[in-house]
């Protein structure tokens, strides 16, 4: 039996996170990320077989936990309520997680998605396909309940929370606390 590996692939996303935080995508390379989670250079392709491979991963993963998130609590009802805590879930998500909050606001664009494996390519497609089915349940439910258009419900639950939190990210700062109640009074107005 083997030891355990003493770097995880959690490390080295963590660090590459840490180096997107201070410098942007230019600055996650293989080798940078490898000596930032203090790990030798070779041993960051036993995980990664490229640096497109590692920026996937990045993106996927981030994405994967903010909106995993997102969902569950766009997805707890049909009610005002719900929805107001589906949007300030954005800010309080990324007050817990500033560094990685900054990599969504960036976009996965800066990732470079067109450089992805196949599998990496399918993996965005099912995370972003999971994202549209729960905004098309929510644009379905809620102006049901409020009287309210789908339109005003894609702005309430997408365009609020994220001009909201782009405005502090773009700074370099985290949302502060009254961030999510700006969302939720913003939310709470357009919706009912």
């Known amino acids: 039996m083997g030891r355990p590996p003493a770097h995880t692939t959690d490390d080295f996303l963590d660090a590459a996170i840490a180096l997107f935080a201070a410098g942007g995508a230019r600055a996650v390379t293989m080798a940078a990320t490898a000596k930032a989670s203090g790990a ?3 041993s960051i392709y036993h ?3 490229d640096r497109p491979a ?5 993106w996927l993963r981030t994405l994967r ?5 997102f969902i569950t609590e766009l997805d707890e009802g ?7 805590a589906a949007a300030t879930s954005v800010v309080s998500w990324c007050r817990r997680n500033p560094t990685a909050a900054t990599l969504l606001d960036a976009g996965k664009h800066a990732f ?15 995370l972003e396909g999971e994202l549209r089915i729960a905004l098309k349940k929510a644009t379905t439910r ?3 309940v409020t009287g309210c258009t789908g339109e005003d419900v894609v702005l309430a639950l997408v365009e609020i929370p994220r001009a909201v939190v782009h405005r502090y990210l773009s700074a370099g700062r985290t949302p502060p606390p009254r961030a999510a109640d700006l969302v939720a009074r913003t939310v709470r107005k357009l919706l009912s």
């Open 40 to 42: 030798p250079s070779g």
């Open 47 to 49: 995980r990664f077989p």
């Open 54 to 58: 590692l920026l996937a991963a990045v």
């Open 65 to 69: 936990d903010f909106q995993d998130e």
């Open 78 to 84: 049909a009610s005002l309520d719900d929805a107001i």
């Open 112 to 126: 470079g998605p067109a450089d992805w494996s196949a599998e990496a390519t399918a993996d965005l497609a099912r």
């Open 142 to 144: 809620l102006p049901e």
